[in-house]
């Protein structure tokens, strides 16, 4: 049974910095990961994604430059490095792992139950 465990969300004020984790069990490291967010009353987004290699890694135009994704395959977890937080990036933050490095969540087979990330101006 997969299971995707998200920590490291929590309240920070506009400018600062946070590092999401997401540590997997019953998961092959040969897996793509991907990063989403859902803000209260919006549909999900993407944010990030990277190949199961590291080698390729893609991410929305609204954090390009501030964001950065990686993964540790000797762990099977992935990481959400943001800097220069923004109150628009106030969101539930949700890994996911699938066959393919796309912006669809429907790509993606199994996901974390989110972690709450809240940046004040």
């Known amino acids: 049974q997969v299971q995707l465990v998200e920590s490291g969300g929590g309240l920070v004020q506009a400018g600062g910095s946070l590092r999401l984790s997401c540590a997997a069990s019953?998961?092959?490291?040969?897996?793509?990961w991907g990063w989403f967010r859902q803000a209260q009353g919006k549909v999900r987004e993407f944010v990030a994604a990277?190949?199961?290699?590291?080698?390729?890694?893609s991410f929305a135009d609204s954090v390009k430059g501030r964001f950065t994704i990686s993964r540790d395959n000797a762990k099977i977890a992935a990481y959400l490095q943001m800097n220069s937080l923004k109150p628009e990036d106030t969101a539930v933050y949700y890994c996911?792992?699938?066959?393919?490095?796309?912006?669809?969540?429907?790509?993606?087979?199994?996901w974390g139950q989110g972690t709450q990330v809240t940046v004040s101006s």
């Open positions: 996911a792992v699938g066959p393919r490095r796309t912006a669809t969540s429907d790509d993606y087979y199994y």
């Open positions: 990277i190949a199961w290699d590291g080698g390729h890694t």
């Open positions: 019953g998961l092959s490291f040969t897996s793509d």
